[in-house]
Each structure stands twice: as C-alpha cells, then as structure tokens.
C-alpha cells in the first residue's frame, strides 16, 4: 500500500480539501480524525471530534488507545486500499499515525499551502474559531448516528461561505460542532422531543389525541413509542404514517437528533362525528 499525507494547521481547512487532495494525488482512501474513509463511506472507526476534551481527541486522532489502533489496523488490512492518504496537524503527527496503524513509510508530503490561498486558510480559521464548526469529508448520512444530538449539517448549506472550486463534491462534506466547542455545551429534556412530536402529530388529519409518548435515548439516537387516539373514518395507516414522516423531520431538522423509530400504537377511534 502506497501511503501519502496532507498536512496543515488545525483549522485551515484540510478536511474541507481532503476529498479533492485525494483524488489528484490518486488515493482511494483515507484517515481523518479517527475514520478511515473510501469511496464517500465510513469504512471504520470513530471520528476523534465526538470526544468530550481537546486531549481525548487529539489522543483518539493518533490512535493512541490501542481499541482504536488495533480496530484500525484489522480494517486496514480487510480493505482493497491501494493508495492511503493521512490527514495531519503536522507532518510529524502523519508519521506518527503512520507508525501506530504500521503503513508507510510515507512517500509524499502534500501542504495545505499549497492548495489553499491565505485568504481561504483564514476564512476556514474563522470558521472552527467563531462558530465552532468542523468539516468531515464524509456525506451527512455516514456519520448521522456517531453524531446523533450534534448539530450536523450537509457542507452545501455553507458552500457559498467557502470557495466552488468543487462543484460536484459538496454532498461529500459535512460539518459538525464536537462537544469541546468553543461555543460550549448543551442538552435537549425529555420533554422537548415530546412537545415537538405532539405538536406535529396534532397537524395531521385525523389525529384526535395524543395518549402517550415513551422516549428512550440510545447511543445512536432517539427510539419514541406514541400512543394515540384516531378520529372514525380516517385511513389509520396512512395517519399514523404522516405524523410519523413529521415527527422525524422536525425533531431532526431543529435538534439534530437521530430520529432511530417513531411507532404508533392506535389505542382507540373517536366516534363522535360532527
């Protein structure tokens, strides 16, 4: 395996130039931030940016946790990569990772320098300094559930902040804010997800009453059980099935939580017809 590294400070948008880095220089995989990642996907690991400290995470990026090392090194050794290209602050920390997951040794060093103008390296500083934003070259959908109640968000909705040099790769990006943001922590109640599930199950046809919800939080996102009182007449499945549809999209949409179910039961039918 040929073993390539893009290096640059933190924050001046490596991640952001990673998809298009390796596809010039003719990698088919890379590791950022704990992932491998190969053709747009997740292959393995898990992303250094979910860490509660900014040393946990700069330890979990080097794969100093053996867990993590080994998992890494097995995939590595599974995966058709024929081309590796690591991400690194430096290039002593590329080398360092290098010789954790034992690849290498490294043939080429690529900086950001040089695919990057100052201004667009300033511009990417901003953006992680003031709004604590962070760029995986990933699609939104691959990283959804390890970042399950972060704010995360396809990179196209920011594209004209950046540069468009890359005009068929936004959908590969996302960005997220890690737990040890600048902009600090928060926590979404119980009774806030209720709140927003009543509210847009009450907006479909033939949802007389909401019974109960039942919410249970999981490490990959929100499981929320409703019980609920239909009006007679009404097509139950397609009912349940639209308050279904909005419960997940709004809860998603305004807390960047992943929605994992929303089961309905169907307790009882209002009779009274007006």
Excluded at 198 to 210: F, L, N, S
Excluded at 230 to 245: D, K, M, S, T, W
């Amino acid at each position: 395996m040929d073993v390539i590294a893009f290096v640059g400070p933190s924050g001046t948008g490596k991640s952001y130039r990673a998809v298009m880095v390796a596809k010039d220089n003719g990698a088919d995989g890379m590791i950022d931030d704990g992932l491998l990642i190969s053709g747009g996907k997740v292959i393995a690991g898990t992303s250094a940016k979910r860490e509660a400290t900014r040393i946990a995470s700069v330890k979990h990026a080097l794969f100093i946790p053996p867990v993590y090392a080994a998992e890494m090194k097995k995939a590595i050794k599974k995966s058709r990569i024929k081309k590796l290209m690591i991400l690194g602050t430096s290039e002593g920390m590329a080398v360092k990772i290098a010789k954790r997951l034992e690849v290498g040794p490294i043939q080429k060093f690529i900086h950001i320098e040089e695919v990057a103008s100052p201004e667009e390296m300033s511009m990417a500083n901003r953006m992680r300094l003031e709004d604590g934003k962070h760029v995986i070259p990933v699609p939104t959908f691959e990283i959804q559930k390890q970042f399950s109640g972060y704010f995360l968000h396809p990179l196209r909705r920011f594209q004209r902040n950046l540069d468009i040099e890359e005009k068929n790769a936004d959908a590969d990006k996302s960005i997220v804010r890690p737990t040890f943001s600048y902009l600090g922590e928060y926590s979404i109640a119980d009774e806030v997800l209720i709140e927003l599930a009543i509210y847009e199950a009450m907006k479909v046809d033939g949802m007389v009453k909401i019974n109960n919800i039942n919410v249970r939080k999981t490490g990959h996102g929100v499981h929320m059980d409703i019980t609920a009182t239909l009006r007679y007449g009404c097509h139950i499945f397609e009912v349940c099935r639209e308050a279904q549809h909005r419960i997940r999209n709004t809860i998603e949409e305004l807390t960047s939580i992943n929605m994992r179910r929303v089961h309905f039961l169907v307790r009882s039918l209002d009779l009274n017809i007006k």
